[in-house]
């Protein structure tokens, strides 16, 4: 029989073997082949083929194999295998593990059923089983389906029948101790991303089961999640408009929560119908403990069109890039009720953002970031001079403002966003603008300036982060392509202690349930939620540690 190929990728490089001598074996080790082709009429598969993880094409058609071992899920970077017209009667469940294959070739085999974890290889486009005595109901998906939905159908079906384990108890992380004195305020904040309807389709998260994915599901899981660790303030982030007014506020209500919300700025522009799918933040609070005293929203495309009409013309970066992403801010103003002390009531600032997800926009996320911390600044400015009648902004030092930013950042801690954040400035020639010019007008966007360094641009909050150097968290954003720590919890030095954290759902499950990311039907988002115990500290800690900021 002539062997026909409908697919040669490179064949100049291809290493053609009757058998795998200790040399082949050397040799395929140092020059990590790519491609290999396995000869001869061979029954059987040669164990240590196995060992050559490096291996991205795998031909070993037209031989006599009667079986694959499980091990074959050690080359978990093949892309192609062709294991067509040998004596295969079966294949292993372990073939599920080879999630990079793009095509897997089985015609003119003996196989009647394949495994169900066949679906979890959900990047195949090419799946050939002609020539082969199927049974009725694997012909019939196969010869009308198509692949993707066939593979689909294996995928639903397994986490039905083979549901792995739910997640251990996530670990709560002791950071200190309280202090010892009646008039500080220790509270919960939990930061979660719910990964809204719009957002959760089978295109961007083909390993997830359909049924995983629908927001009905998906939103008893979010719900559970919320009412377990009962956060004293919970922010959220890709709430859908409708869902924040039919789900999330009537249900939280019924645990004595408040909230405020706001949607992404594209949906003032659409009509009542269309704008109830339109994502956005939100912030809850339960009213036993929390007065709101003042909400507002904080809009980057329109802070990006006002400043560029004011005082950056200059930048056309400002309307090109900045003003066409939507994402915003909310901010609350709270009135602290301490019940236990009787001490005053106290006031503190809570917002949560959305940055832009691109990252081919880095740009666009570190002035966002910029915007938001410049409006803060202003806002809270503005507050405390009408709450304490002062005629001048120099009358008020809003460093006195206890203050609460969290949110998904979407940046990793080497960006310029998260320096900016922690390190309280960011250098105006950081890579993160792109040299697009944004440097002439920085000065213009944050009311800071700094006198001893013109390079920089600073603001003066004098954050720190929950979660310090990923400890307990290493990841909050846990997908197949696409792993890292994006959304933050930052907290004003001088006004908090953090007193503990829940870390992330152990990573150890994932790997011993071989699940490949999230969204899963255990894990409703593809973000963790983060929790943490903060605490007020009493006010004359506060001046001690100003005074000493001050030394």
């Known amino acids: 029989?002539?062997?026909?190929?409908?697919?040669?990728?490179?064949?100049?490089?291809?290493?053609?073997?009757?058998?795998?001598?200790?040399?082949?074996?050397?040799?395929?080790?140092?020059?990590?082949?790519?491609?290999?082709?396995?000869?001869?009429?061979?029954?059987?598969?040669?164990?240590?083929?196995?060992?050559?993880?490096?291996?991205?094409?795998?031909?070993?058609?037209?031989?006599?194999?009667?079986?694959?071992?499980?091990?074959?899920?050690?080359?978990?970077?093949?892309?192609?295998?062709?294991?067509?017209?040998?004596?295969?009667?079966?294949?292993?469940?372990?073939?599920?593990?080879?999630?990079?294959?793009?095509?897997?070739?089985?015609?003119?085999?003996?196989?009647?059923?394949?495994?169900?974890?066949?679906?979890?290889?959900?990047?195949?486009?090419?799946l050939n089983l002609h020539n082969n005595p199927l049974n009725p109901e694997v012909a019939q998906l196969y010869n009308t389906e198509g692949v993707h939905r066939m593979l689909s159908w294996y995928l639903d079906n397994e986490s039905l029948s083979m549901p792995p384990p739910p997640p251990p108890s996530r670990n709560w992380r002791y950071l200190r101790n309280p202090s010892d004195v009646n008039e500080s305020i220790a509270f919960t904040l939990m930061c979660y991303n719910v990964l809204c309807e719009g957002y959760a389709t089978r295109k961007q998260y083909p390993y997830c089961p359909s049924w995983a994915l629908l927001w009905d599901y998906r939103r008893r899981g979010i719900m559970t999640e919320i009412r377990v660790y009962q956060a004293d303030i919970i922010c959220l982030q890709e709430v859908e408009t409708e869902q924040f007014s039919v789900f999330f506020k009537p249900e939280l209500a019924k645990d004595g929560y408040d909230g405020i919300f706001s949607p992404k700025s594209r949906a003032k522009t659409m009509s009542a119908s269309e704008s109830r799918y339109v994502d956005g933040v939100a912030i809850f609070w339960k009213k036993e403990r929390f007065t709101l005293i003042k909400e507002d929203v904080i809009e980057f495309s329109r802070m990006a069109v006002e400043r560029y009409e004011t005082d950056c013309k200059e930048s056309q970066e400002m309307i090109n890039r900045v003003m066409l992403k939507d994402n915003i801010a909310v901010m609350a103003i709270f009135e602290v009720r301490d019940e236990i002390s009787g001490g005053p009531p106290r006031q503190m600032v809570v917002s949560t953002a959305h940055i832009h997800w691109d990252p081919e926009f880095c740009d666009v996320k570190l002035i966002q970031t910029i915007l938001l911390l410049s409006a803060l600044w202003k806002k809270i400015e503005n507050h405390m001079i009408e709450s304490q009648g002062a005629d001048q902004k120099g009358q008020v030092d809003v460093t006195n403002m206890p203050v609460i930013i969290c949110g998904d950042f979407n940046s990793l801690p080497d960006s310029g966003v998260f320096e900016y954040l922690t390190n309280g400035r960011v250098k105006k020639s950081h890579l993160d603008f792109k040299e697009l010019g944004y440097e002439r007008i920085l000065d213009r966007l944050t009311p800071h300036r700094s006198q001893h360094q013109p390079d920089y641009l600073e603001q003066d909050f004098n954050l720190s982060r929950c979660y310090q150097d990923d400890v307990g968290m290493p990841y909050t954003n846990y997908t197949y392509e696409f792993k890292g720590c994006i959304d933050y919890i930052f907290f004003t030095e001088r006004h908090f202690n953090n007193i503990g954290c829940l870390d992330m759902v152990p990573e150890a499950w994932f790997q011993e349930s071989a699940i490949l990311g999230c969204p899963h039907p255990h894990v409703p988002s593809d973000h963790f939620s983060l929790l943490v115990e903060l605490e007020l500290k009493p006010q004359h800690h506060q001046q001690q540690h100003r005074q000493q900021q001050q030394m």
């Open 1 to 126: 029989m002539q062997r026909k190929r409908k697919w040669e990728p490179g064949r100049g490089n291809l290493k053609q073997v009757v058998f795998l001598t200790q040399e082949d074996k050397e040799q395929g080790a140092q020059a990590s082949w790519e491609q290999l082709e396995i000869v001869g009429n061979i029954h059987i598969f040669p164990p240590d083929l196995c060992n050559m993880t490096y291996l991205k094409y795998l031909f070993m058609g037209h031989n006599q194999l009667a079986s694959i071992p499980p091990e074959i899920s050690l080359l978990k970077n093949l892309v192609h295998l062709d294991l067509s017209y040998n004596q295969l009667k079966s294949l292993p469940p372990q073939i599920g593990a080879l999630t990079e294959l793009k095509e897997l070739h089985l015609q003119g085999n003996q196989i009647r059923n394949l495994p169900m974890q066949i679906g979890r290889l959900f990047q195949l486009n090419v």
